[in-house]
């Protein structure tokens, strides 16, 4: 058991388990990639730790580049514009992959894909260590699922609780 701030979480998926699941998503990628050339967008800041462990075992041509949303207040008449802060890579007729810590209802995945298809990518598929498939609601399912996992939250391995949390090994889920 471990405190994260006010909160008590139990371990749920432990650093071995994570290894084993990281190393079985680069071998699906690299044999479905094979012989193409891959932009791999991580998106910060939860999956900085599986998108640095996921590229050791990746084998292919590729870039990996970093990205963040952000929602912004435009005009009255705009309301809230969403922007992706980091892509400076060229994306068109390019295989895109995004690398994602967790994927819950599915929303963030919603915006960040309406605004990467406008760069023109030749494809996009997300790959996400965690997914949870009771929140989802989104429209695009992950195409590449390390954990499908309950609807609780969960920390550590980049996830974090109130910005703590991150640099835990494994994955802990809040103990109710
Ligand atoms: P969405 O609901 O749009 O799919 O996910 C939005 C964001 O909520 C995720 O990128 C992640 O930052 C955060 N999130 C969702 N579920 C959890 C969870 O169980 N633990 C943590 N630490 N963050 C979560």
């Known amino acids: 058991m471990i405190q994260v701030l ?21 071998t699906e990628l690299n044999a479905d990639f094979k012989n193409e050339e891959v932009v791999f967008i991580a998106v ?11 590229m050791k075992e990746v084998d ?16 009255e008449s705009t309301g809230r ?18 690398v994602e810590d967790i994927i819950d ?3 963030t995945m919603n915006k960040i894909i309406s605004l990467l298809e406008m760069e023109n990518p030749k494809s996009v598929k997300i790959c996400s260590l965690l997914y949870k498939p009771e929140a989802f609601t989104g429209n695009h399912k992950p195409d590449y699922i390390g954990f499908s996992i ?17 640099n835990l090994d494994a994955i802990y889920q809040i103990k109710e």
């Open 6 to 26: 006010d909160k008590t979480f139990e371990i749920f998926i432990t650093r071995e388990e994570i290894a084993k699941e990281v190393k079985s998503l680069a």
């Open 44 to 54: 910060l800041n939860g999956s900085f730790m599986f998108a640095s462990d996921l």
């Open 60 to 75: 292919l041509v590729s870039e990996i580049t970093f990205i963040k949303m952000s929602s912004y207040h435009g005009t």
């Open 81 to 98: 514009v969403d922007e992706l802060i980091g892509l400076n890579n060229d994306l068109a007729g390019k295989h895109v992959v995004i």
């Open 105 to 107: 209802s599915g929303l």
């Open 150 to 166: 309950p609807n609780a939250f969960v920390v550590g391995y980049g996830l974090d609780y109130d910005e703590k949390g991150r």
